[in-house]
């Protein structure tokens, strides 16, 4: 069975563009939560959906929006990126939102700002 | 601010040797407690998850927690130099939607 998948793998910006992230969860889990992990660090937590609604935030600002779609798939949104955004972002999915809910990550997708 | 703490190591071991790798969080509220592998320039992989307290074994893995003591651990068995990697303990927020990862813990193990 596949597991989670991100696109693209890999993406250049240049600051004050946008950029949307793709990710499509195992079959059959219902919730998308997203991540950014700069190097040397621990994943942030960023954003959690399940069945296409909203179940957390992270400290994160308002350039960064998400939303999930009826097959579970999500997208999260950059707007006016800064040079300080330079990470990798990861997607997890899981059955569905709460407690006892392992998160399985995608491969993730590397962004750089110039 | 809720809080994961881990040492940052490096850990070394000889190859066949048991490690140890340790974790304290901040939030009693927290119920569930994971454990994740990353090698250089790869994603996280989940390894074990508990839940409960005591020990939990999988293989070669086992993980300890401890809730009263704020503690969850990693103990590997027969360590491997396929083994060298960094070692993310993950703990939920009181919701249970969002991972709170400490910042790792890396492991190199010699053949």
């Known amino acids: 069975d596949a597991g989670v998948t991100q696109s693209p793998t890999h993406l250049i910006k240049t600051r004050g563009q946008h950029v949307t992230l793709r990710c499509s969860p195992i079959s059959g889990h219902k919730s998308v939560s997203w991540y950014q992990q700069v190097l040397g660090q621990g994943p942030q937590f960023i954003f959690q959906?399940?069945?296409?609604?909203?179940?957390g935030r992270g400290n994160f600002p308002d350039r960064f929006s998400a939303r999930q779609f009826p097959n579970y798939s999500s997208e999260l949104n950059v707007n006016a990126l800064l040079l300080g955004d330079s990470a990798l972002y990861l997607c997890?999915?899981?059955?569905?939102?709460?407690?006892?809910?392992?998160?399985?990550f995608g491969d993730g997708t590397r962004l750089s700002i110039l | 601010q809720k809080e994961v703490e881990q040492n940052s190591g490096p850990l070394s071991v000889p190859e066949g040797a048991i490690a140890s790798l340790n974790c304290t969080y901040s939030?009693?509220?927290?119920?569930?407690f994971f454990w994740y592998r990353q090698y250089s320039g790869k994603s996280p992989e989940l390894i074990m998850f508990?839940?409960?307290?005591g020990d939990k074994e999988d293989g070669r893995f086992t993980a300890q927690l401890n809730k009263a003591s704020q503690y969850v651990s990693l103990l590997i068995r027969d360590s491997q130099p396929s083994d060298s990697a960094t070692y993310l303990c993950?703990?939920?927020?009181?919701?249970?939607?969002?991972?709170?990862f400490g910042k790792g813990t890396t492991l190199s193990v010699s053949s």
């Open positions: 997890a999915s899981s059955l569905a939102s709460g407690d006892n809910q392992p998160q399985h």
């Open positions: 939030d009693r509220g927290s119920q569930s």
């Open positions: 959906y399940y069945e296409k609604e909203e179940r």
């Open positions: 993950a703990v939920h927020n009181q919701a249970g939607t969002a991972l709170i």
């Open positions: 508990i839940y409960s307290n």
